[in-house]
């Protein structure tokens, strides 16, 4: 599976940004597509998850109720629509998968870069 992911910029705080992963490759095989961020001087982190078996979602408590995960029916493209976004949102983020089999893939990132 290869990843490729878009959609990073500079946004104002406040403001909203969508980010879109598009997968190639065995996407059959995948069971979980997730969002992750690393910020500067940071940990890795998980952000959203979507599990394609049963298609439900879980997201960083920073970032419920403002970040929504969703994945078109041909489960090959993943979204990250991201509201009222802080400047602690900054970071650079990846897509994730892994397939049935417990194989991970990532994708390079896309920068995010919240002012304020």
């Known amino acids: 599976v290869q990843l490729q992911a878009s959609g990073g910029g500079l946004v104002q705080a406040g403001g909203s940004l969508r980010l879109s992963c598009v997968a190639y490759?065995?996407?059959?095989?995948?069971?979980?597509m997730n969002w992750y961020r690393q910020a500067p001087g940071k940990q890795r982190e998980l952000v959203a998850g979507f599990n394609t078996v049963g298609g439900m979602t879980n997201y960083l408590d920073s970032v419920k109720g403002r970040f929504t995960i969703s994945m078109n029916n041909t489960r090959n493209r993943l979204y990250l629509q991201m509201n009222n976004i802080k400047p602690e949102d900054t970071a650079v983020y990846y897509c994730h998968v892994q397939d049935r089999w417990s194989k991970v893939y990532w994708g390079r990132g896309t920068l995010v870069t919240v002012s304020s």
């Open positions: 490759g065995s996407v059959n095989s995948i069971n979980d």
